[in-house]
């Protein structure tokens, strides 16, 4: 067990530029690697930004020439901004680290967090973040005027959302009854040290994520607690609830480090 301290770096109008919020992961990094202050989570909004993880295909990216700041973390193509709660633990874990484990954890701390809202989320086997489930695909509503088993996503791989009409946006995927990710997560590990984190969409304009192709995924969508709540909610009714679950999950994991199998003779 470690202490973890969080640091609520700004909100609101005083929403943090994502630079300046990248240069102070760079900088508590380099301290808790020299173990100069303890495990930290630097709690944010930020202004409008996109930023691509290092996965991110060209064609994922807004058709309008809109810029992206590419950053060091795994993943995709996502959208931060007002109304979004950004989560950036900054801990240590022992090496070699087991990078699926902590995205467990950030996922878990999430889930426990919608639920004491009311929420019930989970996770989807293959994709990274927090989902609020949707309906069985044969009892969603048609798209287009089409049955479902003419639906465009599930035949073209190359099936771009942002060119075919609203009904396909991802921000309507909870109209559509469809899986829809509620929380983003991209991570990385220097030096056995984690940077980057979560987002948690609270009660954004979900809208900013109908010009990408958010976390590369073309077949879901994105979900808001306010949305799926159906009342108003913020994040400073969020951030203790969030800190609660963070602090009991990272602070009490029984930290390993991740096996490596070893090749047989």
């Not at 067990?1 to 760079?26: H, I, N, P």
């Not at 073209?156 to 009409?165: C, H, I, V």
């Not at 010009?211 to 979900?223: F, M």
């Amino acid at each position: 067990m470690s202490d973890l301290r969080f640091v609520r770096m700004g909100f609101g109008a005083d929403a943090v530029d994502y630079q300046e919020a990248w240069d102070e992961q760079r900088r508590v990094h380099a301290a808790r690697f020299a173990d100069e202050v303890p495990d930290t989570v630097i709690l944010l909004e930020h202004p409008p930004v996109y930023t691509a993880g290092r996965r991110t295909e060209d064609s994922e990216r807004p058709l309008d020439g809109t810029p992206v700041i590419d950053v060091d973390r795994g993943g995709k193509i996502t959208w931060h901004g007002p109304g979004q709660l950004v989560g950036y633990p900054i801990q240590k874990l022992p090496r070699p680290v087991d990078v699926v484990a902590h995205v467990r954890r950030l996922e878990e701390a999430i889930i426990r967090a919608c639920a004491e809202f009311g929420l019930e989320t989970t996770r989807v086997e293959g994709r990274s973040g927090v989902w609020v489930l949707g309906d069985p695909v044969e009892q969603r509503p048609a798209l287009g005027g089409l049955s479902l088993d003419f639906d465009p996503r599930l035949q073209d791989e190359e099936f771009d959302p942002r060119l075919n009409g609203p009904e396909y946006a991802p921000s309507n995927a909870g109209q559509r009854r469809e899986d829809r990710k509620i929380a983003q997560i991209g991570i990385r590990v220097a030096k056995g040290v984690t940077m980057h984190g979560f987002s948690f969409n609270v009660n954004p304009d979900m809208k900013w994520f109908d010009r990408i192709i958010p976390c590369g995924i073309r077949d879901a969508g994105v979900a808001s607690l306010a949305a799926e709540l159906g009342r108003d909610i913020t994040i400073e009714e969020v951030l203790p609830v969030i800190e609660k679950h963070l602090k009991d999950i990272l602070e009490n994991a029984d930290l390993k480090p991740r096996e490596i199998e070893k090749a047989s003779a």
